[in-house]
């Protein structure tokens, strides 16, 4: 089985994590130890090859093309996008004829995707997909890069659910298709 790309960016995440806790800090030990064994219990569960079997999340994180990809922000937030309320078929023969498919919470989604890309958890991109308006007098305040930014998350970021022609793309070339909804399994 493919060693993940990600497993040693989770360890420099944790690194960076703890460094952030204030020393002699009694809640700074207890969550350095979560996430010790969260991360070691994960690694674990990776290592079983049965895993890897019809795994969506499996097979994004061993494709360098999509780590790659996932590296602009806004290729990553269509990932969470497209992974949030649907269920995703391998495009093969026993999967369909078992009617097999695969899904995840918007939380687990979040997490997929910064494991694409290395950084951060899935809080970075949990809700990413709910844009609202600004009221005009704050948007007037921002800095022209802040504007910019602003503009660019809102024309780019789609909300959850959606699947862009790219990404559509790029799961069918790993293998996997999105169910219609009336295909999911209940």
């Given at each position: 089985m493919k060693k993940l790309a990600t497993n040693k960016d989770r360890e420099a995440n944790l690194k960076r994590k703890i460094a952030k806790i204030p020393e002699n800090a009694e809640a700074g030990d207890t969550l350095a130890e979560f996430y010790t064994n969260f991360f070691n219990l994960k690694e674990q569960q990776e290592l079983d090859p049965n895993w890897a079997k019809n795994n969506l999340e499996y097979d994004l994180r061993a494709c360098d093309y999509i780590v790659e990809k996932c590296k602009d922000e806004y290729y990553a937030q269509n990932i969470y996008a497209a992974l949030c309320n649907n269920?995703?078929?391998?495009?093969?023969?026993?999967?369909?004829?078992?009617?097999?498919?695969?899904?995840?919470?918007?939380?687990?989604?979040?997490?997929?995707?910064?494991?694409?890309?290395?950084?951060?958890?899935?809080?970075?991109?949990?809700?990413?997909?709910?844009?609202?308006?600004?009221?005009?007098?704050?948007?007037?305040?921002?800095?022209?890069?802040?504007?910019?930014?602003?503009?660019?998350?809102?024309?780019?970021?789609v909300t959850e659910s959606y699947v862009t022609d790219e990404v559509k793309e790029d799961l069918f070339k790993l293998g996997w298709v999105v169910l219609e909804q009336d295909e999911e399994q209940i």
């Open positions: 269920s995703f078929r391998k495009n093969e023969v026993m999967p369909i004829l078992m009617e097999d498919s695969w899904s995840c919470s918007w939380r687990y989604a979040g997490g997929i995707v910064a494991d694409l890309r290395g950084e951060g958890d899935y809080l970075d991109w949990y809700c990413s997909g709910i844009q609202g308006d600004i009221p005009d007098e704050t948007y007037n305040e921002m800095t022209q890069e802040g504007k910019l930014l602003y503009n660019l998350r809102k024309e780019k970021f």
